[in-house]
């Protein structure tokens, strides 16, 4: 019996350490924006990346990958205002090399514009949640 229950406790620490371990270890996940078609001026409908992102779940160190033509567009992290309107005169920073990363460090919103010609208007913006 004494030997049952010493398998018994090592088991049961075992379980315990297992999931202290699935508790702390975060899953990092990678987006493609836009999947296949990428970062583009979207065709069709201004809301292709809102219909994108509402399929998602954006976690802190999640990483958004943004693939584009190099050249053609860039990505911009602006405010909620510059995104709403489309304002291209003051973004927080922009990348102009294809792929863009980004590491997803903070929760709350965040919003991406392209800030070449009227692409934002056309609706290549993204902005997205993260928990
Ligand atoms: C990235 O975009 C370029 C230019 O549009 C395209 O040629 C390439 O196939 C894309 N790569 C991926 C992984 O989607
Ligand atoms: C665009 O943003 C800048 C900086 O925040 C602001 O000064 C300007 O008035 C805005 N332009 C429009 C058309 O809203
Ligand atoms: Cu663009």
């Known amino acids: 019996m004494t030997t049952i229950r010493g398998m018994e ?7 315990v350490a297992a999931l202290a371990m699935l508790g702390t270890t975060t899953a990092q996940t990678t987006h493609q924006v836009g999947e296949s078609t990428g970062w583009v001026v979207p065709p069709g409908s201004a809301a292709a990346y809102a219909s994108w992102t509402s399929t998602k779940t954006f976690r802190v160190g999640d990483i958004l990958v943004f693939n584009f033509s190099t050249g053609t567009h ?3 992290e602006v405010t909620k205002d510059a995104f709403d309107n489309c304002n291209i005169s003051s973004p927080i920073s922009v990348s102009t090399t294809s792929p863009t990363t980004i590491t997803l460090s903070s929760p709350g ?7 070449i010609s009227d692409h934002c208007g056309f609706g290549q913006k993204l902005g997205i949640n993260c928990l």
């Open 109 to 115: 919103d965040h919003f991406y514009i392209c800030t």
């Open 74 to 76: 860039n990505v911009a």
């Open 9 to 15: 406790m090592i088991f049961l620490m075992a379980m």
